[in-house]
């Protein structure tokens, strides 16, 4: 019985840690909810102090145990090995993506919602995490890079209004160039596009390659304007009678006389009612980048909250204390409003996947 008794007063001490470092991480859990960080940074630091904390509790635990003084140094000898062996054969990859998503999210290269381009991949961030970057590609389909890959290749960012809008086409020798340079601008501006101007790229052996450009407002419809654009090109130099075809062709043809050009489609084109394409293709997209809005918003509250009670402590008069008073709370029932509605959306998100 003794025996047995002194058995339980060892395991106390050992018991006692595992229950103060579960309460430590409920503790760390707790705070950094509570914290209204609208951060990345505030998830990698959670996460980081969770693994010191349970880092740390295990070498206690271990050296509290009762057990020989011996066991327990081959014991941290043995743990001292792992962990050494783990960061040699992960530095490279697990430590390079943590020092790379660090480096990316506090440089802001790119949010949620954000157009890019990275070597032959394009699409809308949809989530950004210590580890990963995951976009939404133009299929609709989800592509997760590391952070060490976007860290050493370059990235293109599209600009959300004002982006150019560009494509190339071939034409032949024949057709004057003033002609053809009018016809790609009337093409440009049918499918909305500002301020068009062309460039002549390249002259070829048997061809002269243009580029015509335009300025899109809004680049939430980047993919579906390239395709109107194409289709405006075909059909503007179509109505006026060019051959859009390779002139190695035309110049190996026998007829004389014969235009390859597709007869008008008497077909009326479905109306801009239709549901943009975008809409549907970057979804989840969409809806990171509209949770990022809401929490610029937070931080812009934020900030009129902490100048409103700047000016509460210089206001001496009764009825501008109460209308300031009454401005902070106002602001702190919107922030309410908009951190539930993030909720919200977070909660769908999930339940969506």
Do not use: C
């Amino acid at each position: 019985m003794e025996q047995i008794v002194n058995i339980l007063k060892s395991l106390i001490e050992p018991t006692s840690i595992i229950l103060l470092l579960i309460l430590l991480l409920f503790i760390n859990s707790w705070i950094f909810k509570k914290i209204k960080s609208n951060k990345l940074s505030g998830n990698i630091l959670k996460n980081s102090v969770s693994a010191l904390v349970i880092f740390v509790g295990l070498l206690i635990f271990i050296l509290s145990f009762p057990i020989d003084k011996s066991l327990k140094g081959q014991i941290l000898s043995f743990l001292a090995i792992v962990v050494s062996a783990g960061i040699a054969l992960s530095s490279t990859t697990i430590l390079g993506n943590i020092i790379a998503g660090i480096m990316n999210n506090s440089m802001n290269r790119f949010r949620n919602g954000d157009l890019i381009e990275i070597g032959d991949l394009q699409g809308r961030v949809t989530k950004k995490s210590i580890f990963h970057t995951e976009i939404q590609l133009e299929d609709s389909n989800f592509i997760t890079i590391p952070n060490l890959y976007i860290a050493s290749n370059p990235v293109k960012l599209t600009r959300k209004t004002d982006t150019v809008i560009a494509i190339s086409v071939s034409l032949g020798y024949d057709i004057p160039r003033t002609t053809i340079e009018k016809l790609l601008k009337e093409a440009a501006t049918l499918t909305g596009l500002k301020t068009p101007y062309v460039y002549i790229k390249n002259l070829g052996d048997f061809s002269v390659v243009y580029k015509i450009h335009g300025f899109l407002e809004d680049s939430s419809k980047y993919f579906s304007t390239i395709s109107l654009l194409n289709g405006n090109v075909m059909d503007v130099l179509h109505n006026e009678k060019i051959e859009i075809v390779s002139p190695t062709f035309m110049n190996q043809r026998n007829t004389s006389d014969k235009y390859f050009i597709p007869k008008k489609s008497t077909e009326k084109e479905s109306t801009n009612s239709e549901k943009n394409p975008e809409d549907l293709i970057f979804d989840k997209a969409i809806k990171s980048e509209k949770i990022e809005k809401k929490k610029d918003q937070l931080d812009e509250l934020d900030k009129q909250q902490e100048l409103l009670r700047k000016k509460q402590k210089s206001l001496k008069i009764v009825d501008e204390i109460q209308k300031n008073k009454l401005s902070i709370k106002k602001i702190d029932d919107l922030k309410t409003k908009v951190e539930k509605s993030i909720e919200k959306q977070k909660e769908d998100e999930d339940l969506n996947n």
